[in-house]
């Protein structure tokens, strides 16, 4: 099960250039994947059906107990059926409703089978929290297929909308799942539904898992986000209708009721907000006009109806219930890509302008139809042996209770609902055929919005999955005893019922029949007088809504935010550093009182130490004193460089060499930006608040210095440094335990470092740079020779060394300097590799060797300006930081190739003749990838802060000079 659920992700991942290669027909290719998916999960079938349940369990997470099981019983297998089927049947679907210039489809195919591969990891999950991940990936993944067209306002806030509802209710359910996991003390669900768990909490646990399945599902008060969702394209409309995300909710709602359906407030909430929502989605169906929100607001409540039913709780619902599921989602399925085929073919989805479909398009209708009137419940279709079967299993709960306690009042008025939520789904169907294929007289057809609509008949492939979809509704209605035989094993968790649970095209003559015939009489009723219908839901209209509510909330917590940003971020950088250390100060600073006692203070080791710790302090005081921009700049290094000094006397050479690169490195860049400054901090007079600032930076430093000091007196236990030595050689396989520690120990913290140190990096991009990064990088060769200028050629074989430096005014050129630079820089270049391959015994390693090389390319830089920045790098920086990236993530898998684990490292010595064995382990690869994002980083700071200042300069002097000429 998890080599399936890998396989559809791995195709998502494909699907962007299978698409983009072999454009909308790869769909097709595509459709392979679910459909290969769907005959695997149907050959497991005979093993599900003797009550077998297949079950899969990989150690992922140990620390919060969180596996990768999977497992699939009846439930489950339906659901993966029902995913994967109609999965692949839309995917074949898009081969033909895409064309070649539409555009962001290949994304969309990724999306679109990574969807498919969440929804199905979902149903096969048997970890709470493993359920809780793949809930929330198909909460992305939809928000970015109702999002697929950004240029349209309305995609973008219904995805916001769909994903702000939803994972509102996700984060309840998260909360749900750790408090009935905490009482079950079992992450898995099937052992927490052979042992339910009880007690308050849990019972308040299992309401947040409802609030979850409620907003997934879009019953009230979250329903209004699924007919806003109608904003996608046609084919993520019928799958998310049909087979995930809103049957997620239903899905939960199945897999819970055995075990907890008898838990305090289970019926009254998912029968009120069931019942509701059946009838407020009908009626609101009945006042559409467009085709596709006509279904939506008929799967709102179709949905309403089906967590009712299974919400009841007894063995009957329970097989009532996933019939109606696997019924709904045949026939709505249908009834979506109909819809989609008559907007591509005729335009539009506006019934009052589509006529005559029915003679052009025979099979489409046809199918339509039978979809339609199995959703209205007409024999001898799917729809109508499962609501049957409904109506059957709720007059047991009206007559005798069934074990719900629910027998009498409350139980005919639970049955009263569902029969007229069923009369105005037969209405709404009829409405739905009536308004796509009927033969009628279009009025005002001199307007162009209210003129028949053109049509061009559909190709066969396109009307292929509707018609699939609608016979397989026919068949399965004549299919009512393996249906029944089948579906009936997830409800055994029920006590058994008044009658025995059956689907079947007749229960004879009786109350369930009558019932039947009052709902689609009642259904063609209210059709027949749709007019009149509809001039009372005119005159009963109002502004008030959930959904205005919403929005209304929006716009009062943006509203909200502007005022607070506006009392609390006043612009004033120093205000806001000022309340930052004020907290600091005040709130932990104050705890340091009761901690001071135990300090014992040694001031220094040697001598040395005084020295130098008095040159940073006196660096430090003038650096505050100073006014000039570049003085202080070159004080703060001092500090650095003295820091240094300290890592040196205290024996970290490593540390000592990192510091000192880190800190020319940073000098550099402060000067390249000064450039831009004034050379005074300020102009104006020393104001009197400058004595507060001193006075709060004078606590600052004597809160930090405590901090330190107390910590470091704290220690009562052997500190773990003195174990690293021999730890560091045996399970490292390195003498330096820093970079030991680094790329191996804490690789983990490395590689977050990492990926801030790349999203530091996009940052600095998208201030700086206007267009792509690479755009600017031109070569002494690419610059234009003025007119009547002619280049002498060389001699062959013969290349200038520091060509940029020719481009440079000759009075900003130093020939001392560029010899010294044609000296150190390959110099450089062969240090930093040095360290790069020694640093996992020596001081170096991956950072400092990227240092190093940051440092030659900044003295090309300084010799021969931006042209021969460009002759020494000529490589666009970002593509370098997301190749070290990339190379630290290989590395980190690799020896899962081989067995092993994430970041673990293999010792290989390699004998080299004449030279002796050379010492090698796996995590320097992780060390090139530190290299290659620090020489990245470097470039991206060199090129923002140097190149295009040069430009800018040079700019603003031309522009000046032609100013005053």
């Known amino acids: 099960m998890l080599l399936l659920i890998v396989a559809v992700l791995a195709t998502a991942i494909a699907s962007p250039w299978l698409v983009l290669r072999a454009g909308s027909r790869g769909f097709l290719a595509l459709a392979v994947v679910p459909l290969a998916g769907t005959i695997w999960v149907a050959a497991q079938g005979p093993t599900v059906l003797d009550g077998g349940t297949l079950t899969e369990v990989h150690p992922w997470v140990d620390g919060i107990g969180m596996d990768l099981a999977l497992s699939m019983g009846t439930l489950q297998w339906v659901m993966s059926l029902i995913v994967l089927g109609i999965g692949a049947l839309v995917l074949a679907y898009c081969a033909w409703y895409f064309g070649r210039s539409d555009a962001g489809v290949p994304r969309f195919a990724g999306v679109l089978v990574a969807f498919i591969g969440s929804m199905l990891g979902l149903v096969l999950a048997d970890d709470l929290l493993l359920l809780y991940v793949f809930w929330e990936l198909t909460t992305v993944f939809s928000f970015l297929l109702i999002g697929h067209d950004p240029g349209r306002r309305a995609s973008r806030r219904s995805a916001i909308q769909a994903l702000i509802v939803t994972t509102f209710g996700g984060l309840a359910m998260l909360v749900g799942a750790i408090v009935v996991a905490h009482g079950a003390g079992t992450y898995r669900i099937s052992e927490i539904l052979a042992d339910p768990p009880v007690g308050t909490a849990v019972t308040v646990g299992v309401h947040l898992l409802l609030v979850g399945a409620i907003s997934k599902s879009a019953l009230l008060p979250f329903h209004f986000w699924l007919p806003s969702a109608m904003a996608a394209p046609t084919p993520v409309s019928a799958y998310l209708h049909a087979a995930s995300m809103v049957k997620a909710g239903v899905y939960l709602v199945a897999l819970l009721a055995p075990a907890f359906a008898g838990v305090a407030g289970w019926r009254t909430v998912l029968l009120t907000l069931g019942l509701a929502t059946m009838l407020l989605g009908g009626v609101r169906a009945l006042r559409q006009n467009d085709l596709k929100l006509l279904l939506a607001y008929g799967t709102v409540s179709q949905l309403g109806f089906l967590v009712l039913v299974l919400g009841v709780g007894t063995r009957s619902t329970m097989v009532a219930g996933l019939g109606v599921l696997v019924a709904h989602a045949l026939f709505k399925a249908t009834l979506f890509l109909t819809v989609g085929i008559i907007d591509h073919s005729a335009g539009t989805r506006d019934l009052r302008r589509i006529t005559g479909l029915a003679r052009r398009m025979p099979a489409l209708a046809v199918a339509a139809t039978l979809a339609a009137a199995s959703m209205a419940g007409l024999p001898p279709l799917l729809g109508y042996v499962t609501k049957e079967s409904v109506l059957v299993a709720l007059l047991d709960v009206a007559q005798e209770g069934d074990g719900t306690g629910m027998a009498g009042l ?82 055994e968790g029920f006590p058994a019922g008044v009658h025995h649970p059956e689907l079947t095209l007749w229960h004879g003559v009786g109350t369930p029949l009558l019932l039947t015939v009052l709902a689609l009489a009642g259904g063609a009723l209210l059709f027949l007088a749709r007019e009149p219908v509809a001039r009372v839901q005119t005159r009963l209209a109002h502004d008030w809504s959930l959904e205005r509510a919403y929005r209304g909330g929006m716009r009062l917590l943006d509203r909200s935010a502007v005022e607070v940003t506006g009392v609390v971020q006043r612009g004033s950088a120093s205000a806001y550093l000022a309340i930052i250390l004020l907290v600091v100060v005040l709130l932990p600073g104050s705890t340091l009182l009761r901690g001071l006692d135990d300090v014992r203070v040694r001031a220094w080791d040697t001598p040395a130490q005084a020295v130098v710790g008095v040159v940073i302090a006196a660096a430090a005081v003038l650096t505050v004193r100073s006014r000039r921009r570049i003085r202080a700049v070159l004080l703060v290094g001092v500090t650095g460089y003295g820091t240094a000094v300290l890592f040196v006397l205290h024996g970290a050479p490593d540390l000592a060499l990192t510091q000192a690169l880190v800190e020319t490195l940073t000098v550099v860049v402060f000067v390249l930006a000064l450039r831009r400054l004034p050379q005074f901090f300020t102009d104006r007079p020393l104001s009197a608040r400058r004595h507060l600032r001193a006075v709060l930076g004078a606590a600052v430093g004597a809160v930090t210095g405590g901090f330190l000091l107390v910590a470091g007196a704290a220690r009562t236990a052997e500190p773990v440094s003195t174990a690293l030595p021999k730890q560091a050689l045996e399970f490292g396989g390195g003498g330096n335990i820093v970079n030991v520690i680094l790329v191996d120990t804490r690789a983990w913290d490395t590689l977050g470092e990492l990926s801030v140190l790349v999203a530091a990096a996009t940052g600095v991009a998208s201030l700086i740079y206007v267009s792509a990064r690479g755009a600017d990088i031109r070569r002494v060769h690419d610059i234009p020779y003025p007119a009547g200028v002619t280049k002498v050629p060389t001699g062959p074989g013969r290349r200038a060394w520091l060509p940029g430096s020719r481009t440079m005014a000759p009075e ?25 391959l020694a640093g996992h015994n020596d001081p170096g390693g991956g950072f400092a060797a990227g240092m190093t090389t940051g440092l030659a390319l900044v003295v090309r830089y300084l010799a021969g300006g931006r042209y021969e920045l460009d002759e020494a790098a000529p490589v666009d920086a970002g593509r370098l930081i997301g190749a070290g990236l990339s190379v630290a993530a290989l590395s980190a898998l690799l020896p899962m190739a081989f067995g092993g684990v994430v970041l673990q490292s293999a010792i290989i010595d390699v004998p080299i003749p004449l030279l002796g064995e050379l010492h090698l382990v796996t995590s320097v690869l992780f060390d090139v990838g530190v290299y290659l994002v620090v020489v990245g980083l470097v470039l991206d700071l060199l090129r923002a802060l140097g190149s295009h200042i040069d430009r800018d300069i040079k700019r603003t002097r031309r522009e000046t000079e032609a100013a005053a000429a």
């Open 410 to 491: 409350s139980g005919w008025v639970l049955l009263a609902g569902v029969v007229v939520g069923s009369a105005l789904t037969a209405a709404y169907s009829a409405r739905f055929v009536w308004g796509a294929f009927g033969n009628r007289e279009i009025h005002g057809a001199g307007s162009e919005h209210d003129a028949p609509a053109e049509v061009h008949p559909p190709a066969p492939g396109f009307v292929a999955a509707p018609v699939v979809l609608a016979a397989l509704t026919v068949a399965l209605g004549f299919a009512g005893g393996p249906l029944t035989t089948l579906l009936e094993q997830p409800a």
């Open 812 to 836: 900003k050129r130093s020939i001392i300097f560029e010899v010294v630079v044609r000296l150190v820089f390959h110099t450089l270049i062969v240090i930093s590799i040095y360290f790069l």
